[in-house]
């Protein structure tokens, strides 16, 4: 009987295994494809401009089918939008919680926030260009703004140690709509000489400025701690 038990048990744990391994790889796969998507979608749109990349070019691009394209992304915008802001919102989250506990709350949201969103390399920063002249792509990089929410609100809340998931929810919701707000001044277009579009003042001073009312609402939960 204990021999039956003990290899019922093994069955079961290397069948369990198996299926570990196999939803391990299915994730690494949707990962890859949706970055492929999103590189070859930036990548047509600067030698092509935007207007002149269609759903099914990047998907040809990406090897995949236009079907699987929508599986990821709702729209080219969102895709070339991608490369940019990708994985950032659990940067931001992960940012958030390397900060040590010495730190104030208020201080390592701001300043996990201000580091991900200018860190850049120069691929960034000429994508950014790009999207900053396109009303369309401006659109959905603001709308990224709300990514953050999830993973911010469960690094806060294990910063704060607080049973009630709603603080930490409310306050990361805060967050991503301060981010937004930045992120619409930012690209709001500005008329310059020779009809050239620029942002409306430097990102970091711009997060700063609209964090800064929440301030006292991460410290007043901090205190509560």
């Known amino acids: 009987m204990r021999a039956r038990k003990f290899a019922f048990t093994h069955l079961f744990c290397d069948a369990e ?3 570990t391994r196999r939803t391990g790889l299915r994730e690494q796969k949707k990962q890859a494809t949706r970055q492929a998507l999103r590189e070859a979608a930036l990548r047509l749109a600067m030698e092509r401009g ?3 990349v269609r759903v099914d070019d990047i998907a040809e691009a990406a090897g995949v089918s236009p ?3 929508n599986n990821y992304f709702s729209s080219r915008e969102q895709a070339i939008v ?3 802001t990708a994985e950032r919102q659990s940067r931001v ?3 958030v919680a390397a900060h040590p506990a010495h730190v104030p709350l208020a201080e390592a949201v701001v300043e996990a926030v201000v580091e991900q969103y200018t860190d850049q390399g120069e691929r960034a920063r000429d994508a950014l260009l790009l999207i900053t002249t396109q009303p369309a792509l401006r659109e959905a990089f603001v709308d990224t703004a709300a990514a953050i929410e999830d993973p911010l609100a469960t690094a806060i809340a294990q910063r704060l140690g607080d049973p009630d998931p709603h603080t930490a929810r409310v306050l990361a919701a ?3 709509a301060a981010v937004r707000v930045a992120l619409q001044l930012w690209v709001r277009p500005t008329a310059a000489e020779g009809g050239l579009v620029v942002p409306s003042g430097p990102l970091p001073d711009l997060l700063r400025t609209t964090l800064a009312p929440l301030a006292p609402a991460l410290d ?3 205190r509560r701690r």
């Open 17 to 19: 295994a198996v299926v």
């Open 50 to 52: 935007p207007d002149n």
């Open 67 to 69: 079907r699987t394209y």
């Open 82 to 84: 991608a490369a940019v």
């Open 93 to 95: 989250g992960a940012a």
């Open 174 to 176: 805060g967050v991503a």
């Open 220 to 222: 007043a939960a901090e």
